[in-house]
Antibody, heavy 122, light 107 residues
């Protein structure tokens, strides 16, 4: 079965760039969108953006100017960069697989990484 | 963006109780509504997709219903492992958005 393993720096200073990578094991990389979700401490879930194997991306407009999601199909990995972070970026970040039907319609996020806690503090 | 509103924000229930959580979308999302369970310190888990389809491996005591703007997640007989926070999420249009969560606590 598909597993996601993620990693990246856990402590940043304000104005730095958050960088996380997620590796996909045990399944097909194509045919899905791959997303990043974050959850601030004690709060709900926020979708950051997604990418497919062709490199097509969708971003949350609230973060679009500072987010870049990229993909390396040779390594079955995708990555997140969020620039100019502030304390508001403190959260657990998850990489996830978007489940879709044969038409490409999304039907939720069915595989999740273990989560990476990112803290932004001076 | 499509706003998702859940009610209640929290509830207390006993093992064996029937529990219902409601999710309302700010516009019609037809049946593109998904439900997740999140236990403390863990990643969310997909329970229901397309409003009423049970994700593989999820116990049949979980069910979903609704279409348009109003949706419901029902747990027919609450089990100890069901005490968690539940989120709805629309997959009608990006940006994908989530409800604020409903915490199910032990009475």
């Amino acid at each position: 079965q598909v597993q996601l393993q993620q990693w990246g720096a856990g402590l940043l200073k304000p104005s730095e760039t958050l960088s996380l990578t997620c590796a996909v094991y045990g399944g097909s990389f194509s045919g899905h969108y791959w997303s990043w979700i974050r959850q601030p401490p004690g709060k709900g879930l926020e979708w950051i953006g997604e990418i497919n194997h062709s490199g097509s991306t969708n971003y949350n407009p609230s973060l679009k100017s500072r987010v870049t999601i990229s993909i390396d199909t040779s390594k079955n990995q995708f990555s997140l960069k969020l620039s100019s972070v502030t304390a508001a970026a403190t959260a657990v970040y998850y990489c996830v697989r978007v489940q879709n039907d044969y038409t490409g319609q999304s039907h939720g996020m069915d595989v999740w990484g273990q989560g990476t806690t990112v803290t932004v503090s001076s | 963006d499509i706003q998702m509103t859940q009610s209640p924000s929290s509830l207390s229930a006993s093992v064996g109780d029937r529990v219902t959580i409601t999710c309302r979308a700010s516009q019609s999302i037809t049946s593109y509504l998904n439900w997740y369970q999140q236990r403390p310190g863990k990643a969310p888990k997909l329970l229901i997709f397309a409003a009423s389809s049970l994700q593989s491996g999820v116990p049949s005591r979980f069910s979903g219903s609704g279409s348009g703007t109003d949706f419901t997640l029902t747990i027919s007989s609450l089990q100890p492992e069901d005490f968690a926070t539940y989120y709805c999420q629309q997959s009608y249009s990006t940006p994908w958005t989530f409800g604020q969560g409903t915490k199910v606590e032990i009475k």
